[in-house]
């Protein structure tokens, strides 16, 4: 059984972690370059790992979203794309658009 000293000693433990990944962080900011090669390999493991799970979540659902089609979830998709690059990769909006695009296809069962 896990007793509150453990359960503290985990807060803690995990909260010197953070902060000293965070005081590396800040330490080390003035010695880094953005366009360096180290930052474009990050961005690349950024993104691939969430296009993977959003991949995850479109052709193998879990939960409620079980209950919909693979059609509307693609056509979904696609047109939050098309609208991202439309109206100039604005998230926001094609977020919004891909979401009611979505939840119209779901509601008539498409």
Request: aromatic share 14%; with cysteine.
């Amino acid at each position: 059984m896990i007793d509150n000293q453990t359960i503290m000693l985990a807060i803690i433990v995990s909260s010197i972690a953070t902060y000293f990944c965070r005081s590396m962080g800040v330490i080390f900011s003035s010695r880094l370059r953005i366009d360096s090669w180290i930052f474009d390999w990050i961005k690349c493991i950024s993104i691939g790992i969430i296009v993977a799970v959003i991949s995850k979540i479109i052709i193998f659902p879990e939960g409620i979203l079980e209950n919909t089609s693979k059609i509307s979830r693609f056509l979904a998709t696609v047109s939050l794309v098309i609208i991202y690059y439309f109206f100039g990769k604005n998230v926001l909006l094609s977020v919004s658009l891909g979401t009611a695009i979505f939840t119209i296809l779901s509601f008539y069962n498409i």
